[in-house]
């Protein structure tokens, strides 16, 4: 999945949102499905596709993963400018 991709996916979205908006949390799949309303199994799915992007950042323990946002600068204004783009389409 690309980045064009991304943003044309609605939960792909809503994950991409709530990590912009809280820049410093981490969180698990479970509180990130809580959060945006999503089912778990897809949340899953779609934060792994984030970690492939380089948008959020996987830190794995043994018994459960949690992810937050990346620290790019670069990336974090692309990501602005497209979540702009998507809530004026």
Known sequence: MNMNEIFRSPIHIK?????HENQASIDTPRGVSTWIGEGREAVKKALEDLVT??????HRATSTTGYSYTRDGKLISKISKLLKDTQSA
């Open 15 to 19: 994950i991409v949102r709530f990590f």
């Open 53 to 58: 992007l380089k948008i959020l950042v996987a």
